[in-house]
């Protein structure tokens, strides 16, 4: 029982992606969705006020003064536009973002979910998460199903310090896609080779699959 | 005639910034971070420094001259940052050790918090709400209010004693051009600071260079600048190595 890899669920989660979406990819897992072959004619914006990137930059075709949220060299589509930090925001904030994809720590059945501070730390790193997290449309989750001692990161209730409260809407892990649903999760759709049984032996919530789950298509 | 605006090196640009200032640094990852004027800082005696930017910086390699030397240097009491701890829970931010032993103060602030106050405080504009961190640890205490059924959390203005930013072409105004994620933060942190100190890339252009319609910061925000030289005289964007 391992399931999908980063990439297939970075995969899983590009193809729920529709036409026309704003689209802001977190660092990490989700920066992978950009590698992700799908048909929805959609628009990256990145945190630092570039609108409609495209692909990674090829290596020694790096544009120094341009980059995503990661830092991140990326190139520009014929349609792109950079504004300011402000306006940047004023973008998110105003909720013009269909998705922000993010990976987490914890996320809760009851749509809450942490990604800025680690338990016992005095510092954290929020960068636009929180302005992102109230504000989009829809926040999708990517995150390892559990933590590299087997404890669940999908919980009843997160431990530590949320981001935001009852904003999440879809989760890949690589045991599956799974939708908050208040004292429990729906799975949508459950990665090949891994059982029923097994996502609910390493979830910290109940686990009910939804009508109609399928089996992810790597 | 006015005075030129065009100061001859780094140190002569920031000389006299009082102890106890808050200056605002631009930049996102390496675009547009004032990298030389922030280095010629590390020279210049100023203590007591709250120091404003996205990150203190240092997670990523090469190191860059950062808010992080500066606290390294003991000449800042406190930052206000999107990021006073790594992304990565194994990276360690070398501000962070200062922040944890208690030696320097830190304000928290979401991302785009960060970038409306000081958008705020340049129009002037005392405070706003937002729905950012509603439901937080960051919102424990404080003011919030409702709006249409939804709740907004109470923001203050965050005004600038200094802004140092870096852009991509200037004219002998001082208005100025910055090149695609250069941008970022630097116009807001100009229109919030008292005296603006810009990093320029080229040499500086003619009044009339540009076409008005076509300047990103006015020339009335900017006060004095610097042209970058060439490497290794001049800091420029490095590429990072790459992160598993």
Redesign the interface.
Known sequence: MSGLTRQQMADAIARRFEDDWIVNLG??IPTMCSNTAITADIIYH?????IGYGPMAAPGH??????NAG?Q?VT?KPEAA?????D??AI??SGKIDVTVMGA?EVASNGDFANW??AG???????????LA??AKRVFIILEHTQRNGAPRLLRQCAL?????GVVKLIATNLGLFEPAGDHFNLVAIAPGVTLDEVRAATGAPVEPAPGMTEIVP | MARSKVYPGFAEAIHGIEDGSTIGFGGFAMPGVPFNLMKALQSSGAKGLTCVANTTGGAGQPRMPDIGHLVELGMVSKVICAFTAATRASDQLPFTKYYESGEVEAELVPQGTLAERMRAAGAGIPAFYTPTAVGTELAAGRETRVFAGREYLLEPALPLDYAFIRAHRADASGNLRFRRSQRNFNPIMAMAARVVIAEVENDIEPAGAFDPDDIHLAGIFVHRMVVIPPAPDGLWPQLREPRA
């Open positions: 660092v990490g990145s945190e630092n006020g570039v790096e544009d120094m003064h341009l980059v830092g060299h520009l950079v504004v300011h930090h402000a940047s925001f998110i904030r720590y501070k680690i730390a005095k510092g954290g790193g929020i960068g636009g998460a929180m302005d109230a504000c310090p949320v981001t935001a409260r």
